[in-house]
């Protein structure tokens, strides 16, 4: 994508945290991660709300740790607002 496109937004929502993704272009700011999913005391146990990137990459790393249990009406009430947002920002 990134030989077509001069940004790429990668948006993760399956309960696990995206961390390969995040890694991969951590250091970057023409790929933007986004991860919701489950944290705490759970597989792989990385995506602190607290990692934002480093670098170059720094802020183009969203993570959004969920705890056990969120409906999926409870869940789009988070996800729209805050993937609009990147939308705006970003303008992938």
Known sequence: LLKYHARVLYIDIDIHHGDGVEE????????????FHKY?????????????????GKYYTVNFPLKDGIGDEDF?????????KIMDVYNP
């Open 24 to 35: 991969a272009f951590y250091f970057t700011d023409r790929v933007m991660t986004c991860s």
């Open 40 to 56: 705490g005391d759970f597989f792989p146990g990385t995506g602190d709300i607290a990692d934002i990137g480093d670098g170059n």
């Open 76 to 84: 789009l009430q988070i996800f729209k607002p805050i993937i609009q």
